[in-house]
């Protein structure tokens, strides 16, 4: 004889398993408050791993995801928490009588060996306070990008891993500009955008200024219903070894741009990170600035013009449009004065000739206009060129 033994499981409803999560559960459970990850236990709520421990546990299936994970979800916005928040108040709590202002002198001095009183200066300060602005208030505006140059071996990385910890930094080429990499962005505190000319290129700098510039994120995580906005809690920086890598005339202005001509004192800021951020809390709080003033702006725009690449269609065009007598269309700089045959070239070239256009004083035509009887998006000629 034969003896079959079956084991059965319940199957679960949306109140079963409503009471199986209260009952169970719902101390356990935590919301983090920037990402809306929920977390179980300390961990990452695992919708698989905590069914399968439910099954265990309590002889129960639940089988409806989205039951599973909107309960969870309301569990676990009954305790929020905030790494990054509770990391900033002990700083806080631990140099509650700090002078920022000497902490600030200190970084420019003996870690990045530069003058705390120049321009470059001010770039550090402003970015810390920056940051410590995103995690207490996110999605708060800051589209300004710190860019570290200088040889390798100096550091430049793991002083901005050391600064944002291990685990709350990292170092990609945004590429796709997508749901998966919001989602890695959103999990971080510090994105540096490494070796950063391979970003910083003509074709892709349009993706990277409205990256930038925004404040928050629409997107859908696995296993939500709908979409969630995120409110930016992360900065971006960058490193470079090159000596010429800003492409856009336009948007350079992001782009604070310090030169470390001698290894950065990495020791120094493992030391005293707790430090450097309980300054920069501070800074905030007594409400510094975290933008240049005009007047330090100019500046800016006059310094970064040291780091501009040359385009070698530079002076071709600039030769072709001094002589240029009536408007034109962006074709006829590419056919006449490049040599590419007409509707032979990409998207990737009318953005270059834009952008050396643009560093020519050109305005770029928002709306078309008939020239000679052909309707067309037209460039006025200028009264002289400026190379």
């Known amino acids: 004889m034969i003896i079959y033994l079956f084991f059965f499981l319940r199957m679960t409803n949306y109140k079963e398993t409503d009471r199986i999560i209260a009952n169970n559960f719902a101390e356990q459970l935590s919301l983090n408050k920037v990402t809306k990850d929920i977390y179980l236990d300390g961990e990452v709520f695992d919708l698989p791993k905590f069914r399968y421990q439910v099954s265990l546990k309590h002889n129960t299936v639940l089988e409806n995801d989205k039951y599973i994970h909107e309960l969870a979800y309301l569990y676990a916005s009954k305790n929020v928490f905030s790494p990054l928040d509770d990391y900033l108040n002990v700083c806080e709590s631990k140099f509650p009588d700090i002078d920022y202002k000497d902490v600030f002198r200190e970084l420019n001095e003996k870690v990045l060996h530069i003058d705390p009183h120049s321009l470059e200066g001010l770039f550090l300060p402003k970015t810390l306070v920056g940051a410590v602005a995103r995690v207490l208030k996110p999605g708060t505006k800051f589209d300004t990008v710190l860019l570290l140059k200088g040889s390798q071996g100096f550091y430049k990385t793991s002083f901005f891993r050391e600064l944002a910890g291990e685990d709350l930094f990292t170092s990609m080429s945004l590429q796709a500009y997508n749901k998966d990499e919001l989602m890695i962005c959103h999990s971080k505190w510090i994105i540096e955008l490494g070796e950063c000319e391979e970003t910083l290129t003509a074709s892709k700098m349009g993706k990277l200024k409205a990256f930038i510039t925004q404040q928050s994120d629409t997107l859908r995580k696995p296993y939500d219903s709908r979409p969630i906005t995120l409110h930016r809690q992360f900065i971006i920086v960058g490193t470079t070894n090159k000596d010429k890598f800003l492409v856009d005339a336009t948007g350079n202005r992001r782009f604070w741009c310090v030169d470390v001509n001698e290894k950065i004192d990495i020791e120094w800021v493992k030391e005293n990170r707790d430090l450097i951020w309980a300054s920069a809390v501070k800074a905030y709080k007594d409400n510094y600035p975290i933008y240049l003033n005009e007047t330090e702006q100019e500046m800016l725009n006059a310094v970064n013009e040291k780091y501009q690449a040359n385009d070698m269609w530079q002076d071709i065009v600039a030769d072709w449009v001094e002589k240029r007598q009536e408007p034109f269309v962006l074709g006829d700089v590419l056919t006449e004065a490049i040599g590419k ?21 050109l305005e770029k035509p928002t709306t078309a206009s008939r020239v000679n009887g052909k309707s067309g998006k037209y460039w006025q000629v200028p009264v002289a060129v400026t190379r």
Do not use: A, M, Q
């Open 341 to 361: 045959e007409r509707k032979s070239w990409n998207r990737k070239d009318e953005e270059r000739i834009i952008d050396i256009l643009r560093g020519l004083d």
